[in-house]
């Protein structure tokens, strides 16, 4: 999703992944309340590749190199600050051990991913606050520094550093571990673990272009993170109903703006530019998430992009099924952004005069007064019912709203399409 | 053609702010710039010798550092090769290791 420069030698985020990675590594054996020291080594490897790799060449296998780099340098701090107490010896012997396994062996692979999902469910364990869990599993699971998160989340950076140290005090408070929650608390931590994910997939997708590219890699990395869950033993059909939505919303990325930059709406989208790749993504798991009796919100969403990538063209969409859809998210979750989503069904299905209605108790909502969607949507259906005039005055109070330059300008046309004539 | 040496000197602490995807990013850039077809060569140094040899007295013995003042140190080489000590200046000035505050100092080697 980001421009790859042709010169590159290295696959796209290899550093910010394998960081997570050798973090989660490193974490297990040295135990959570030495994140840091994780963290530091993890730094001083990446550096050391920094300072070597431009001179003396890129080593045959970079992931290898760097774990055994990051590995070394652990063993000596542990010595060096005898930080674990008595267990210094079986810690060193421990990392010692996994420096002789090759670095391809499967077992080492599994063991990785293991490791990693371990981690992944620290981050994300409940009882740390949603925002703290948030910045924690990008930083220590995703390798994104504070500046970064700062920069992807549109805050600043002292911010994001306090929630961080927010939620490294709860792991040694409340002695969070690294091991595998069992029985119900499982199911709490991969809830948990899915709406992190969620939250930082939908941050990524609410930026446009202009904005820092670093906004979208967020939706790279919750995917990331949402198909380690997906391939491993704990997977519930939830989880593939997530990466299904996060897979067909992001194959729409590329078609969401034009050459120009300007916003195009689902239904106007250039279907060619969707991203194959991600939609048989999609697909894959949406398939692998119809199974078992369980209904997640996930499984809703899930089923309405995929009834959007089914069809080849706005004509061919099955609205009646969206709108069913729709009503049955709403059930399970009557918030006003799938209140505003369902009313787009209805304007199809029923007419513009019935989807009026159905918005009209949003009006005065608090999570939406001061955001331009609900108005932009008011607007629409007044167009649609050749009442400019009052359109008009919709889509000139959104533009009194928060929203992006590419929201802003798509208001203004939208405005201009009420002039008369 | 004559050779040039580029002595990189950098200061370490700067690069212990940036992130791995920043760190990828540069190490690409370096190492773009190594594919230019006027490279010879390039040596990065170890980071931890750190003594320096003079006569005390009449007698050579080893130091430890600092050399000098600033906190940069020298932390590899290039050898390019270039028509004149211009073109091999010129040569250098698109040089990633400016852009991340390194310096770079530019030197002619002697042909035989």
């Excluded at chain 2, 940036?18 to 540069?26: D, F, G, R, V």
Aim: hydrophobic share 40%.
């Amino acid at each position: 999703m980001s421009p790859t420069p042709d010169t590159s030698v290295l696959l796209d985020h290899l550093f910010r992944h394998e960081a997570g990675r050798m973090v989660a590594h490193l974490a297990r054996i040295l135990g959570p309340a030495h994140l840091d020291l994780a963290e530091e080594t993890v730094q001083e490897a990446m550096l050391k590749a920094l300072q070597t790799w431009p001179y003396q060449g890129l080593p045959e296998n970079p992931s290898a190199w760097l774990f055994r780099v990051a590995q070394n340098s652990a063993i000596d701090a542990v010595r060096r600050n005898r930080l674990i107490g008595q267990k210094t010896d079986a810690v060193v012997a421990e990392i010692h051990r996994s420096t002789k396994i090759e670095f391809a062996d499967p077992d080492f692979e599994e063991q990785l991913r293991d490791d990693e999902l371990r981690l992944i469910f620290m981050c994300c364990h409940p009882a740390i606050p949603r925002d703290a869990r948030v910045a924690l599993s990008l930083k220590i699971a995703g390798g994104f520094s504070v500046r970064e998160i700062a920069r992807a989340f549109l805050m600043d950076e002292q911010t994001i550093a306090q929630r961080l140290v927010r939620a490294k005090r709860q792991i040694r408070d409340q002695a969070l571990t690294l091991e595998m929650p069992k029985g119900p608390e499982l199911q709490k931590c991969l809830d948990s673990a899915l709406e992190v994910v969620y939250f930082i997939f939908n941050e990524g997708y609410t930026a446009h272009e202009g904005e820092d590219l670093i906004r979208q890699d967020l939706c790279v990395e919750a995917l990331r993170l949402a198909q380690r869950i997906a391939f491993s033993s704990i997977a519930t059909p939830a989880v593939h109903a997530l990466v299904a939505v996060m897979a067909f919303h992001a194959a729409r990325l590329p078609a969401r703006t034009d050459e120009a930059g300007e916003l195009i709406l689902l239904e106007d989208q250039d279907r060619s530019r969707w991203d194959q790749r991600l939609i048989a993504m999609g697909f894959h798991h949406f398939d692998r998430s119809i199974c078992g009796d369980q209904v997640s919100e996930y499984h809703v969403q899930a089923a309405i992009a995929a009834t959007h990538a089914r069809a080849d063209s706005m004509e061919s969409i099955h609205w009646p099924i969206i709108l069913e859809l729709y009503d049955q998210l709403f059930a399970m979750n009557a918030s006003p952004i799938v209140a505003l989503n369902r009313a787009v069904a209805i304007a199809k299905v029923r007419g513009a005069e019935e989807a009026l209605a159905a918005i009209v108790p949003l009006e005065n909502d608090p999570k939406l007064r001061d955001y331009y969607l609900y108005l932009a949507v008011r607007g629409h259906l007044l167009l649609a019912l050749d009442r400019h005039a009052d359109a008009a005055d919709c889509f000139r109070n959104a533009l009194q709203r928060r929203c992006s330059d590419p929201e802003r300008r798509f208001l203004l046309r939208k405005l201009s399409e009420c002039e008369p004539g | 053609m004559p050779n040039y040496l580029l002595l990189l000197y950098e200061d370490p602490s700067g690069w212990q702010k940036l992130s791995p995807e920043e760190m990828q990013n540069a190490i690409e850039k370096y190492m773009a710039w190594t594919k230019k077809p006027f490279m010879v060569d390039s040596k990065r140094l170890a980071p931890n010798v750190g003594r320096v040899i003079r006569s005390q007295g009449g007698k050579p013995r080893a130091t430890d550092g600092p050399y000098s003042e600033t906190k940069e140190i020298l932390g590899g080489f290039y050898a390019i090769e270039a028509a004149d000590y211009d073109e091999a200046v010129q040569r250098t000035l698109d040089h990633p290791h400016l852009e991340y505050g390194g310096t770079i100092e530019v030197r002619e080697i002697y042909r035989r």
